[in-house]
């Protein structure tokens, strides 16, 4: 991949953000959804590749932009395999709360794993802590590792769980254990990221979530020395079959950073939509905007905060027309 195509998936993720931040604390979760998928797409057509999308919106038939196998971009420019979530965190957006964002991961062709939209088990952690964690692991086994890793005391380690009926058993091992827990109502892709940077305050994300979120995730953590891994949990014979067609004919399999990010080179890119403990959200005033990306590439290791002002009057479709 072309390295420029950093800073030109920046300005698609700030696109998808300033769009949807319009509709935050309206408790319109599709409009704002639908707001980041437009903007989104518009500004992919400006960009030189030839994208085609892995993880999206759904299927075609499901989606009316970004479905899954629609090719974006200039058609000009390196094969990608794209992985989006125009807001990861609808929810969150339509309630004004804690850590949306907009979201894109690319990698060479072929790269990243082509996962259904169904639930997988997690465990995410960062760098200190890569090897030393297993899903094979007891919660206690995985906490105490973390700890160690990281030179903290277990009762010092926070752990980020999906505040979910389903991980009632999960809360109160890891409280059992000792150890600290973060429960969020949506966006465990921020919190996987989150676990590769101390000022967090987040150590490890635990449970059971989307399956197109952990791909995210693993080229996100590939790009910062962090590790993910997964086990696919399809509820029905129609998404065992899935899983099948993927490739992972035992459902019991872990599925490790090469299996969800192959290759050595990967580019994340996040905008926060409302504020969250990595990313300021968008603010508006007047006919201004700001916004807050990180942007990351696994080929280099560079990690880039960047800082957007925005003219609204000058850029009111989010792409500069020639």
């Known amino acids: 991949m072309e390295r420029s195509l950093s800073m030109e998936i920046v300005r698609v993720t700030e696109a998808a953000a300033l769009a949807s931040a319009r509709w935050m604390g309206r408790g319109e979760k599709e409009e704002a959804d639908g707001a980041a998928t437009e903007a989104m797409r518009t500004v992919f057509d400006t960009i030189p ?170 080229i996100g953590l590939k790009c910062l020395g962090g590790e993910i891994q997964g086990r696919l949990k399809p509820v029905d014979k129609e998404q065992e079959q899935r899983c099948v067609e993927m490739g992972v004919k035992d459902v019991s399999t872990i599925l490790y950073m090469d299996d969800l990010c192959s290759g050595d080179d990967a580019i994340f890119a996040a905008t926060g939509i409302t504020d969250g403990e990595l990313l300021k959200g968008v603010q508006f005033k007047g006919d201004k905007a700001t916004t807050e990306t990180v942007v990351m590439r696994a080929k280099s290791g560079t990690v880039r905060f960047i800082d957007g002002n925005h003219s609204l009057q000058k850029k009111p479709n989010l792409v500069m027309e020639d």
């Open 49 to 218: 590749m030839h994208g085609t999308v892995v993880i999206g919106e759904g299927e075609k038939d499901e989606a009316p932009m970004l479905y899954i196998g629609e090719e974006v971009g200039s058609g000009n420019g390196p094969e990608v395999d794209i992985a989006v979530d125009p807001v990861e965190g609808t929810n969150i957006v339509a309630l004004g709360t804690w850590n949306a964002l907009c979201v894109v991961g690319i990698a060479d062709r072929g790269n990243l794993l082509h996962a259904p939209d169904m639930y997988m088990e997690k465990i995410a952690v960062g760098p200190e802590a890569v090897g030393k964690v297993s899903l094979d692991y007891s919660v206690e086994e995985n906490l105490r590792a973390v700890a160690e890793a990281k030179g903290k005391d277990v009762e010092d380690v926070v752990a980020v769980v999906l505040n979910r009926p389903r991980h009632q058993e999960l809360i109160n091992e890891i409280r059992e254990a000792g150890a600290r827990i973060k429960l969020i109502p949506d966006g465990d892709v921020a919190a996987s990221i989150n676990a590769c940077f101390d000022d967090t305050g987040v150590d490890i994300l635990m449970g059971v979530g989307g399956a197109p979120e952990g791909v995210l995730s693993a």
